[in-house]
Structures are given as structure tokens and as C-alpha cells.
């Protein structure tokens, strides 16, 4: 009976706590809605812990979750939210004071993240504040209500009860907030309208992607991603709204004139459609943070030809809305072979807001983190050694161009292959250089050639299959790429971090 009291007492505290915990994180969540839509407290302090984050946590949160990345950390700060809400009752049952001071720390911290997310408003501390005076103020309530030791045990139990449906009620009115916060700042779906009314431009110059490019082999990536199934990386927990009608775009640095665009501007230029190969430095080697789409843009030299960059500039750092930079060297930008451009279009469609509508560069050749910022509003013309990017300063390396690799998609991993002709295929690419071979070698045996299909362009990846005349057995299958420039693809393996992925992905099948 006294080690159940002992635990009574921790136990209902620690109750009390999670449900002012729950009560103060909804009460946030409203509040963020209502007076600074960009400071949500949950997703300021998971923003700032993806920037806090080394580089072996972010590859390690990708590789885990990959794409779901995102909610696998909202669910992690929700969690702690929970254990602090614990430990804040029991602290505050032992001592007055203590739990609502960890709670007023969390709130703090909450304040601090806030405040220092890109493009924060003076407002942007208050939500968190809120939280924590409304966490704070219930767990007073609640552990007032905490049933003390009664003599008789029907007491004890009116008493018990009593005290959940008030823990219930306080966790449930957080739960509705938040649920209300959501509700609310459904109003920033406001772009998404704005993007389903748009009509863009009809393309001045078209691209074309021959009927040969794409081999149609079920299971083998398509030559050109759609849109859904296109791979989303960055690091925006809430993703950026930006209405075209308030985008522009700033060119300063080192260069003769400073150029702005508005959209109506970017959009009576000529636009041209091109195709690029996008991908990502996270990418392990048979990764799929790859993709290939039709971008409609307009090339980013013919705005650096108006702002006329000095001399000894070397480097572009593009700036998002959201503080995410990149830096990219001013050669790939201004090169007349180089289709780098400001997109407005993926695919046909004008870019899916999360592909950072309205306006994003694309470079071919580089990896997505030194070249593809999203939501873009400010081109910077600088130095390497001036200026540093959003992951040159993570550990990531300063410059990304990309490595040559290849990758099997058929047979799926682990699928039953019957002895016979297997078909064998899968994707090649080196973007701006271009792949031109692509050999497979079944176990140890010798490296043979594989027919790749028509490659679109040196920009994109190109499609390949192999007829593999199966044994029954184990084996195993591996694909390396030949480039245009004659190298070969590298077997030595290398992590994604600081520059990229090497090595050779194979695949191994019981051949029945
Ligand atoms: N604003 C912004 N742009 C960004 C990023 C980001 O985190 N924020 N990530 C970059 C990285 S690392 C990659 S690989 C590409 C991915 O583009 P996608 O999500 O459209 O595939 O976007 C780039 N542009
Ligand atoms: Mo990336």
C-alpha cells in the first residue's frame, strides 16, 4: 500500500504536468496562428535544431526516414514535450516553483528559436511566452486539485477521479487549440489557390524529349519525374508561402547595377524550357534523391549580363525566403552552355509549392545544395572567401559538383528471379558532362556493355538495360557508368558527407 502512495504521488503530478504540457504547447500553436503565423513554437524550435544539427544527423535522419524526415522530428520535440511535462509536475509537486520554472525555460527557448528564424517579426517570441504562462498557470491549477491521502477509499476514489477529468479536460482544450491553430493557418493556403489559378506563359523555346529516352521497362525510374513523386529535400519544417504578387528578386554584391525583378517582370521575359537532372548530395550511392524534370525558366546570366558582376567576383549566394542559402560559382552561372535558370515551371505546371513556388534556380551540374535554392529572393554576388553557405557551414564542402553514378532499379531488391533472360536496368548520369557507357558485371566475371537508351542531353540522367542470361544461384549484379569525359566510375566507396556518395551499387538475387 505505501509503495502504491509513493508512486501515487509521483504518478499524479507527472499527469498533471503532461496535460499542462499539452495545455500550453495548443495554447502556442493558437496563438502563433492568430498573431505571427511564421513563429509556431513547435516548428521554430524543430527548425532550429535541423540548423543546430551536425551533418552525421541530418544524413542520419534521411537514411532513417528519408523524406519523412520532417514529422519524424515533430514527433521527436513532441515527445520531449511530454517527458519535460513530467518532470515539470513532479518537480513542482516537490517544490513550488520548480516545474514552472522548466516550464518558463522551455518557453524561452521557444521565444529564442522563434526569434531567430529567417524573416521573424518582433511578434514572433510571444507565441512561445504564451505557451509557457498558460502551461505554467495550469499546472498550478492541476496540482491543486491533486487528491491528498484519504482515510476512507471511496473518498480517495471521488477524489481521483475528479482530478482526470480535470487533467483531461486541461490536455483536451490544448489538443482542440492546436487543432484550431492548424484550422486557422489554413489561411496561408491562400498561395496554393493563387498557384492552381496561375497560367504561365507559353514557352519561347521548347524542349524535347525523344519517344527513345524513356525504355519503359516496368519498376525502371521514368525518364522524366512527375511532379508527386519528385524528391523533396530542405530544410523548411512549414513550408514557405510566398504569394507571386509580393516575390522580388534582388541582385547586389559586386557588380555595376543592382537589378530587382518583380513577377511580372520575370514573367514577360522569354521563358525557355529545359531539362535537368536535379540531385541531391544526400543521395547514397542507389538512392532515389534524384530526379529529372522539364523546367520552365529564364536563364540566371541574362539578369548577371544587366547587373555586370566585378571582375574578381566569384560566387553567386542565392538567398530563400526562409534563410536557406547557397553558394554557387559565378562561372556556372554566366557560362553560355549552361542552362542555369530561374524556373517557374516543373513538369508543365507552375512549381508545386514545395518545390519552392514561385521562383527557384536549377543549375545542371551541381548538387542540389549548392545550386537548387527554393523560394528564392536574393542573388548576392560575391567571393568564396568572403561569404559561406547554409551547409558550407555544417561541414558540408563549399563547392558540389556532381559525381558520376549509376544505379540498378530492375530487378526490385529481393525480387524472385527465374533462371533465363532477366531484363536488368536502371539509370546512369553525370549532369553536364554526360554518360557515355554503361557496363554490368554479374558476380566476378568481366564488365559488359549495356544498351542505354537516347540520353535527352548531357543534363539529365540517361536509362539503361542490360539482358542477363540468369543461372540458378546466388548472384549478384553491379552497374558502373562511363562518363563523356572517359572516366570511369569510381568502386571505392565514400560517404555523402562532404561532397557526395562514390561507390558502386549492386544487387543480389536467388535465381531460381
Ligand atoms: N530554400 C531552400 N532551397 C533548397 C534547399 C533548402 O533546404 N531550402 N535544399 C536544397 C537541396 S539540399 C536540394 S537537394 C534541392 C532539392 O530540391 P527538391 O526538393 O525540389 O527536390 O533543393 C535545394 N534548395
Ligand atoms: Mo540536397
Not at 540522367?461 to 542490360?466: L, S
Request: hydrophobic share 50%; aromatic share 6%; proline share 6%.
Amino acid at each position: 500500500m505505501s509503495a502504491d502512495r509513493a508512486r501515487n504521488r509521483r504518478l499524479r503530478p507527472a499527469v498533471a504536468g503532461v496535460a499542462a504540457a499539452t495545455f500550453g504547447a495548443g495554447a502556442g500553436e493558437l496563438a502563433a496562428a492568430i498573431i505571427a503565423p511564421t513563429a509556431s513554437p513547435f516548428t521554430s524550435i524543430g527548425g532550429l535544431l535541423i540548423d543546430l544539427a551536425p551533418p552525421w544527423a541530418k544524413d542520419a535522419a534521411i537514411a532513417l526516414f528519408g523524406t519523412g524526415d520532417k514529422v519524424a522530428l515533430l514527433v521527436g520535440v513532441a515527445v520531449v514535450l511530454v517527458a519535460v511535462g513530467a518532470l515539470a509536475g513532479i518537480l513542482e509537486a516537490r517544490r513550488r516553483r520548480w516545474g514552472r520554472g522548466l516550464f518558463a525555460l522551455l518557453g524561452v527557448f521557444g521565444s529564442v528559436a522563434a526569434a531567430t528564424r529567417a524573416n521573424a517579426s518582433l511578434l514572433a517570441i510571444l507565441p512561445a511566452a504564451i505557451g509557457a504562462l498558460a502551461a505554467m498557470a495550469a499546472l498550478s491549477m492541476l496540482l491543486a486539485r491533486v487528491p491528498a491521502e484519504a482515510d476512507r477509499a471511496s473518498v480517495a476514489d471521488v477524489d481521483r477521479r475528479r482530478f482526470l477529468a480535470w487533467a483531461g479536460g486541461t490536455a483536451a482544450v490544448g489538443v482542440l487549440a492546436a487543432i484550431a491553430s492548424t484550422a486557422l493557418s489554413a489561411g496561408s493556403r491562400a498561395v496554393m489557390t493563387v498557384r492552381e489559378a496561375l497560367r504561365l506563359p507559353e514557352p519561347a523555346t521548347t524542349a524535347s524529349v525523344p519517344a527513345s529516352a524513356e525504355l519503359g521497362i516496368d519498376g525502371l525510374a521514368p525518364v522524366i519525374t512527375p511532379n508527386r513523386e519528385f524528391y523533396r529535400i530542405d530544410t523548411a519544417l512549414s513550408v514557405p508561402q510566398v504569394d507571386p504578387a509580393d516575390w522580388r528578386l534582388r541582385i547586389h554584391g559586386m557588380l555595376d547595377r543592382e537589378v530587382e525583378l518583380t513577377w511580372d517582370d520575370l514573367l514577360a521575359l522569354p521563358m525557355g524550357e529545359s531539362v535537368t537532372t536535379l540531385a541531391c548530395v544526400s543521395n547514397e550511392v542507389g538512392g532515389s534523391l534524384i530526379g529529372t524534370a522539364v523546367w520552365l525558366g529564364y536563364p540566371i546570366r541574362e539578369l548577371l549580363a544587366r547587373a555586370a558582376p566585378t571582375a574578381d567576383a566569384d560566387m553567386v549566394l542565392s538567398r530563400s525566403i526562409d534563410g536557406f542559402t547557397a553558394s554557387t560559382p559565378l562561372e556556372a552561372l554566366t557560362d553560355p552552355g549552361r542552362e542555369a535558370v530561374l524556373a517557374v515551371g516543373m513538369n508543365g505546371d507552375p512549381l508545386p509549392v514545395e518545390h519552392g513556388f514561385p521562383v527557384r534556380m536549377v543549375v545542371p551540374g551541381l548538387y542540389g545544395y549548392v545550386s537548387a535554392t527554393k523560394w528564392v529572393t536574393e542573388l548576392l554576388v560575391t567571393r568564396f572567401d568572403r561569404d559561406r553557405a547554409y551547409w558550407s557551414d555544417r561541414g558540408w564542402s563549399e563547392r558540389g559538383p556532381i559525381k558520376l553514378s549509376s544505379r540498378i532499379d530492375v530487378p526490385r531488391a529481393g525480387a524472385s528471379v527465374e533462371a533465363g533472360t532477366v531484363v536488368v536496368a536502371g539509370v546512369a548520369w553525370q549532369q553536364h558532362t554526360g554518360v557515355e557507357a554503361v557496363e554490368v558485371q554479374v558476380d566476378d566475371g568481366a564488365w559488359e556493355p549495356a544498351t542505354l537508351a537516347t540520353a535527352i542531353s548531357a543534363d539529365t540522367w540517361v536509362q539503361w538495360r542490360f539482358d542477363w542470361d540468369a543461372a540458378p544461384g546466388r548472384h549478384t549484379v553491379r552497374v558502373r557508368a562511363i562518363s563523356a569525359d572517359g572516366e570511369v566510375q569510381t568502386a571505392d566507396r565514400a560517404p555523402v558527407a562532404p561532397d557526395g556518395a562514390t561507390g558502386l551499387h549492386e544487387r543480389s538475387f536467388d535465381v531460381r
